[in-house]
């Protein structure tokens, strides 16, 4: 089991940066796949980017490639989303997820555990 809270949305401005962060309980964190999935109002959830248990694979959309980086840490059992050059078209909220399958997975039914999401705006 493991639960999660991500932090750190809120509005920002086109061309912006933000730093999401998703804190993880539970003793065998590093053992998970962690991703970043987003909703727009009206949208279903889309896969953003995943890092694999060791931080070694990342996977990214291709909207977000270049302005966006995912990271670990499993000593603080967190995972960030650095999001640079934000666009209004980012605005959604951001969901942290995870799943004990070290496979790659981009759907949102590949995964177990999810947070409560954080809002991001991006005003033009």
């Known amino acids: 089991q493991v639960q999660l809270v991500e932090s750190g949305g809120r509005l920002v401005q086109a061309g912006g940066s933000l730093r999401l962060s998703c804190a993880a309980s539970?003793?065998?964190?590093?053992?998970?796949?962690m991703s970043w999935f987003r909703q727009a109002p009206g949208q279903e959830r889309q896969f953003v980017a995943s890092?694999?248990?060791?931080?070694?694979?990342?996977r990214y959309v291709d909207s977000v490639k270049g302005r966006f980086g995912i990271s670990r840490d499993n000593a603080k059992n967190a995972v960030y989303l650095q999001m640079n050059s934000l666009k209004p078209e980012d605005t959604a909220v951001y969901y942290c997820?995870?799943?004990?399958?070290?496979?790659?997975?981009?759907?949102?039914?590949?995964?177990?555990?999810w947070g409560q999401g954080t809002q991001v705006t991006v005003s033009s």
């Open positions: 890092i694999a248990s060791g931080g070694d694979r990342l």
């Open positions: 997820a995870a799943k004990a399958s070290p496979l790659l997975a981009t759907t949102q039914g590949s995964y177990a555990y």
């Open positions: 539970g003793r065998t964190f590093d053992s998970y796949m």
